[in-house]
């Protein structure tokens, strides 16, 4: 049996270099079958459809059917993994709730036309933003379907972090683990370095022998770096990230599937975990058991990272709260 994937904005940019690393196994496992199904509104109907010719020429063995559709239910139809790309981006003079407004439009109707059609082990990777409360709103609109099924994007912002904790440290990236995001993918967001280990040792004392002051360091250089990373490629590239994305949407969801042996980041649904009031998705650090996400609990908070931390929650209530006045949830 092959399983149904279904990618939303298939015709953009993220989706252009997702489904060529999909088709080839990078997300599933090189011995499963994909069906793809590309979502897309009329206008991105013929950017899904060049994409669809070239996975074509591709010829992957293990590509058994590829659909373009702008219809959601055909979209979704038996779908078991959804990635949720296609979302409004922010136009000039759109203030905050009008793009939360945009979205909710979007992510409202896809979560409803998810529980009408999609396979019962259906799972959900939001990357749109605002990918958290995108999230929320098709979890919320999507009846029947438990909101554990939904996860929002952050591995991108952990890698970004991974990777700068490894060039300042001058060690390998496979070598730093336990570095979660909490809170937003935003610019609230807090990468959390007080677990860290870097060559199984911690990377607070790693870095204390590199930055000086290691709080000074934290709060001026690497947290604005990691949470403005989006923005510096934007400036030096002149366009946003579109293949680290990617490869963060596909790791996510491969270890959302496979499982994980350590700690990752993903936005999903609280359930109260760390004073994050319930049913916002929040970004924790996280396991994944049995095809299912497993916030890891008990962890030390001190009070800087709790502040940090309730700062974004802060920004998320903020939005669901916006959200709510528009009578989406
Ligand atoms: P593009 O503008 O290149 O592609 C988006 C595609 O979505 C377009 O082809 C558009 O036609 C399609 N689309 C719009 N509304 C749709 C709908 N209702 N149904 C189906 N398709 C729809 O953007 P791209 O660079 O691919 O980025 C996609 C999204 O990822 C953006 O919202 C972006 O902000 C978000 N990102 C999220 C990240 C994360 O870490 N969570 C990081 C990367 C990226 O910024």
Known sequence: MATTITITGAGGQIGYALLFRIAAGDMLGHGEKVRLRLLEIPQGLKGAEGAALELQDGAFDLLESVEVTDDAATGFDGCNVALLVGARPRGPGMERGDLLAANAGIFGPQGRAIADRAASDV?????????????????????????????????????RARAQLAAVLDAPVASIRRVPIWGNHSATQFPDVTHATVEGRPVLDALAERVGDVRTWLEGTFIPRVA??????IEVRGSSSVASAANATIEHTRDWVAGTSDWTSAGVVSRGEYGVPEGLVSSFPVRSVDGQWQIVEGLELDEWARGRIDASVAELVDERDTVRALGVL
């Open 228 to 233: 403005k990373r989006g923005a510096e490629i």
């Open 123 to 159: 799972r959900v990777t939001v990357v749109g933003n605002p990918a958290n409360t995108n999230a929320l709103i098709a979890a919320a609109s999507a009846d029947g379907v438990p909101a554990d099924r939904f996860s929002a994007l952050t591995r991108l912002d952990e890698n």
